[in-house]
């Protein structure tokens, strides 16, 4: 990804690549006001709002201005319980730096300045949410080119600000192609509005069915455009992948169940009290963090790829968006530390990456094997990459914290295990070893882990079991040394509570937890070999042993649940490759949701995942691209297999 290539003129960003300035140099302020916020009506639309939420699209993000304007407006006029969902794309984001040598020419701004600033970062291509002023604003920086990252939209615009640069200089950010995606991505109250009155700006939205209108413009600028869909417009909405969309599933209530206290079911009711549930935990155990999610510690760190792929794109994004969540939530860092960690060339792949990844103090650098020995504290032989955001995560500490922050809005039943689920009388059913109904409920989700696996619903999913154990180690003085997580094929912590934790085995299809004398043996033999003889048998001084729910693809699996059966008939004959408009949208069991899957990185993707879900369950605009979002569809593995004809 690269930066903004900018030039600062009378304290003004300006970019030479475009011969262009970001926003007026006479006054930033009242132009965005006039041309966006008033040409948009936003001041009455944002007062007179009765829906949930409100979407503004951008086109070109570059300093923020018009984001904080419109975010100030909305602040002031809208209700406290709607959300202003604003998404921007951009390909080249400036640096915070920038940003706040930007931004610092605004003071009246300063106070909104400030908290965005406090979140802002960007490192890598795709979307990223930006959860700020207590929900009521989430911003959603689309970081690629223009047309591909509207490509990537779902949610429907109230109100676009069309801002590249000049047309002329910046035709990728005016031409036909965008313009229908802006059209796909209206409907029929859509307005829009931008600072040029270009002509073939104005016919290109014309061909697309927008009403436009030629008015005053602002500053040196006499004329502008603005307009939108007239009501009687029929905006017909072409969806890339029916089979992974679905109608709009309304809520009975906003009470919901979840079965499983681990990490995917505390997360997905984080996600669901902030948005006013009630939310019930079923656990089959007698704690939270009983299972997987009950280690000592673990390391949140990114899952990088060479290639441009959802997966790359997910695992930057979640990390990113991991980090932020576990700021709001435990910004003492008790809960876990900012350590930054290193990544040695365990494999050929990594090796590859250490080589070629581009290098981004946000995200990853290439340290020698000297300034990593000197960065870690152990002694390093190769080139490792360098995570200066990578942290140590306290598992149990970090869910019974959000259990605290809770409350009352969350209520758990442990030693409750859950053998079936039947849908009857417009309710999930939770079916007990003694087949006795333990609880029933209109809306239900499972992040019960590789278990999901057990209800005949989820049959089909490719979740496994694969055992992990970690080995406990007395520090001495070499072990000491180490400063932040290392990870090869395994990982090392540094000391906690008087002891390192290092492993994991890793057992395809097993799923017994009892502790093995072969696993501590391999894992001591496996940090032997990279450091040194660090630690004997002698300093083994205990263990734990869990299990990760791994798919095929290393993928979570996140959102609404196919109806199987159905999907057989409607999609059998996807491998004949008919255009994907013919098939019908894929039909989902009733309120049912899924968020389970999560191997050995659960803590870096599962926050991600969980405020995707609960923005599916209520209908919201979403954190995440559509490419994404597919990614991660409990129905993917059906349909790569219907596309094969390999069922
Ligand atoms: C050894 C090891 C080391 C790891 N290290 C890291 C790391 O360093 N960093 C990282 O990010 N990730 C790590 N992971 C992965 C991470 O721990 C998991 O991805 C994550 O904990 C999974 O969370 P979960 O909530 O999906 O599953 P779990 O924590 O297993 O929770 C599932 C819950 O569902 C309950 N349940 C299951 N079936 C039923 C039922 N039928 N009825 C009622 N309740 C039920 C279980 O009792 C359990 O409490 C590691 C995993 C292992 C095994
Ligand atoms: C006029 S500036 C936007 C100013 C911004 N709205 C603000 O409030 O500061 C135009 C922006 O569009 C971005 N841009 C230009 N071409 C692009 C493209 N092809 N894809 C994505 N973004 C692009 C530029 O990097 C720049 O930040």
Redesign the pocket.
């Known amino acids: 990804m690269k930066y903004?290539n900018l030039e600062w003129r009378d304290g003004q960003p300006y970019?030479p690549d475009?011969d262009?300035?970001?926003?007026s140099a006479d006054d930033?302020i009242a132009e965005?006001e006039h041309v966006f916020i008033h040409h948009n009506d936003l001041l009455l639309r944002f007062q007179q709002n009765t829906k949930k939420h409100f979407v503004i699209g951008?086109?070109?993000?570059?300093?923020?201005?018009?984001?904080l304007i419109a975010v100030k407006h909305w602040l002031a006029l809208s209700k406290t319980e709607q959300t202003l969902h604003f998404y921007?794309?951009?390909?080249?984001p400036f640096t915070l730096d920038d940003i706040i040598q930007?931004q610092q020419v605004w003071p009246e701004l300063s106070l909104l300045a400030a908290v965005f600033q406090k979140h802002y970062q960007v490192a890598s291509y795709g979307f990223h949410q930006f959860d700020l002023f207590a929900g009521r604003v989430k911003l959603v920086l689309m970081i690629?080119?223009?047309?591909t990252?509207l490509t990537q939209m779902q949610s429907k615009v109230d109100a676009w600000?069309l801002?590249?640069?000049a047309p002329a200089r910046?035709t990728?950010?005016w031409s036909d192609n965008i313009f229908s995606q802006i059209r796909r991505l209206s409907y029929a109250s859509t307005t829009f509005s931008t600072y040029t009155a270009a002509g073939f700006v104005r016919r290109g939205l014309i061909d697309q069915g927008f009403t436009v209108e030629k008015v005053e413009g602002t500053g040196h600028k006499r004329h502008m455009l603005k307009g939108g869909l007239s009501d009687e417009d029929n905006v017909e909405t072409k969806l890339l992948q029916p089979w992974f969309e679905n109608k709009t599933q309304q809520l009975k209530n906003k009470k919901i169940t979840i079965v499983g206290a681990g990490i995917a079911g505390i997360t997905t009711a984080w996600a669901l009290v902030k948005r006013g549930f009630e939310v019930e935990i079923i656990e089959a155990e007698k704690k939270v963090a009983a299972q997987a999610s009950g280690n000592l510690q673990g390391i949140l760190m990114p899952r990088l790829s060479l290639q441009d792929s959802a997966d790359a794109e997910f695992y930057t994004s979640a990390f990113f968006y991991a980090l932020r969540c576990l700021k709001e939530l435990d910004n003492q860092q008790t809960c876990w530390q900012q350590t930054g960690g290193i990544q040695l060339a365990s494999s050929e792949r990594i090796k590859k990456q250490i080589e070629k990844y581009p290098q981004d103090k946000i995200l990853a650098q290439v340290l020698d094997a000297k300034s990593a020995t000197e960065i870690s504290g152990l002694s390093i032989k190769e080139s490792v990459h360098y995570f200066s955001q990578a942290s140590c995560v306290s598992p149990q500490l970090l869910l019974q914290c959000m259990v605290d922050k809770m409350g009352d809005a969350l209520k758990i039943t442990y030693q409750a295990k859950v053998e079936s689920i039947q849908f009857k009388n417009n309710q999930w059913q939770l079916i007990n070893k003694a087949n006795e109904v333990i609880k029933e409920t209109p809306n239900l989700i499972l992040a019960n882990a590789w278990q999901v696996k057990q209800f005949k619903q989820f049959e089909h999913l490719q979740i496994q079991p694969v055992r992990g154990q970690l080995s406990y180690f007395k520090p001495n003085e070499k072990s000491k040394k180490l400063k932040m997580p290392i990870s090869f094929d395994a990982y090392l912590m540094p000391e906690n509570n008087g002891q390192h934790l290092s492993g994991a085995s890793f057992e395809l299809g097993d799923s017994d937890t009892e502790l093995r004398i072969k696993d501590f043996r391999d894992n001591l033999q496996n940090i032997n070999k990279w450091f040194g003889k660090i630690f004997v048998e002698d300093d083994i001084c205990g263990g734990r042993a869990s299990v990760r729910a791994v798919t095929p693809d290393r993928m979570p699996v996140v959102g609404c649940v196919s109806d199987q059966a159905q999907a057989l008939i409607d999609y059998a004959d996807l491998h004949k490759g008919k255009p994907a408009h013919q098939y019908p949208f894929t039909k989902v069991l009733p309120n049912l949701y899924v968020n389970a899957g999560y191997g050995a990185r659960g803590f870096t993707s599962v926050f991600l995942c969980s405020e995707l879900l609960a923005a599916t369950i209520c209908d919201e605009p979403l954190p995440v691209s559509n490419r994404v979002r597919y990614a991660l569809h409990s129905s993917r593995f059906l349909i790569r297999s219907l596309k094969k004809r390999r069922v």
């Open positions: 903004a970019s475009f262009d300035v970001y926003f930033g965005t951008e086109t070109g993000f570059g300093s923020g201005l018009n984001f921007s794309l951009e390909n080249t930007a690629g080119e223009a047309q990252m600000f801002d590249g640069f910046n990728e950010m």
